[in-house]
């Protein structure tokens, strides 16, 4: 118990370490112009202070057994029910984790919620499809569904070949996609991860083959595609918050009420700077934001 | 320990680009550590590709064996595979590695069609099969586009209408004949579309998405590399 709770701290610890180190270094920086530390971006290191501090703080009242107040989100809940609906029809889910690779940030976020997806299927056996467009991604995704039926107890029913790579170009990708849910007739299409043109060409393929599709993407371009042709789209920070909110756990919903209270701050930000601008003085405070 | 290593990977590996950002690549190792970072993300893909060719061989190959529907398309998809990757890995040169031994077997007649040059066979396949096959997939966007928008513009209620009537002005003002429609109306009118419709509502909009997905990003990647965050790993 102990020695979890060091675990738990220690990163803590070192990343409090990490950002006094900054400053000190940056003390030592002489030539203000030529320095070793960038001082024009001093303005990002204290937001990311007060970003971090409100994360760790209501991590830590989560932790505390406080109850946070976290809206419901309708894309992540319909995803229990498609994959009930899939259980029921005797058909496959598949998943998209995008088509991005894993150093991105959605593709992450779509891994983490393929393993909770994937514990579900795991519990009613259903068949679960999971193609992918690049190796790292497969690697990641066989390691997190494998995990997921370990944990489910359901280790003998996985198969290796659920997470599949298919192809390296984007549209080779869409074409064979496209073609297994015109084949296999899917009852549950779920794509969440970074997406792009290749969006309405999947998306329009799960409708016509009548599939519940819930789409998640941080792409405000890809979002309208998503919006018309699916039956839940999680916006933008809602695919990040979608595997905390699955997961149930509070110390994870607690990094997300952080993340909502620098939100409410970054708000205020925009309002004080909308009323400088208006009324022309807020030239020093752009300045202030603006980060080479 | 096989959750604790990726947690400290992660926590050690976001550090280091937190930190870099900071540093000035010209002064510092550490400054320059995102882009030597990236380059050891590049080679470990490398080795990667491997398992993507195994996957696809091995699910491809079980589907042929087992004659299961469309087995044909499947065996075009393993042969495409080598058809496009070994020629292109063949060496060029008697100089290149393996040269020596390869062109002691073949004729040297081979040195053009190999590798990935202007009169390869790869450079063949990427021209006049695989790119025309990208475009095509790319072209049938526009069909799939009209069905889509006309699903989503219809008129059910009010919102819906309002979407509709805006999507109509927009696509209207897009195109030079629909420009010098809405002109008949008034002069200024693709002005207003431009300065209120697509600079005022549809940037607000997109910028209020793009903060929020911004720090749902942030958010994440700091629980992650704090391993508060763990469902990456299927935990």
Redesign the interface.
Known sequence: MIKQKT??IL??I??TV?MI??LN??AYAQDLG?????YS?TT??IL?AV??SA??LY?KWARAGKKLFIRKIAGVDAVEDAVGRATEMGKPVLFIPGIA?V?D??T??G???L??V?RVTAQYETPLRVPVR???V???SQ??????YI?MGKADSYDK?TV?????????F??TVN?MMM?ERPAANIYMGGFF?ES??L??TGNAAGAIQIAGT?R?EQ???F???CDFTL???????A??YL?HEP??LG??K??DF??IL?VIAILIGTLLVTFDAGDWYIDLFDVP | MRTTVPIIVAFLAGTLMVVSFFFNPEKIWIGDAKDVALQWMTIVGGFALVLGVVSIVRVNARAVQRKSEGWFYKLMTVISVFAMAIPAMMPVTKESFGGSIFYSIFPESWMSVLGTGSQSWYDWLFTYVDAPMMETMFAMLAFYIASAAYRAFRARNAEATLLLFTATLVMLWRVPMGEAFLRLFSENLPGYINTYVMGGFNVAVQRGIIIGAALGAASMSLRIILGIERTYMGK
Not at chain 1, 235 to 241: F, V
Request: charged share 20%.
């Open positions: 675990i738990q990163p803590i070192l990343f990490m180190l900054i270094l940056s030529d320095s070793v530390f960038l971006r990002v290191i990311l970003f971090s994360v760790l991590t690779d150093e940030i959605e992450i976020a891994i983490a919620i393993g909770r994937a690049y190796p790292m497969l690697a990641a390691e997190v569904v494998e995990q997921a944990e070949d599949r790579y298919v192809a390296g170009e984007q549209f080779a869409t074409a073609g084949r043109a309405l060409l998306a329009e941080a405000p979002l309208p595609f919006i018309a042709a916006m933008g920070e809602e695919l990040y918050a595997s905390s997961s110390l994870l990094g997300l952080g993340q620098v939100k970054l």
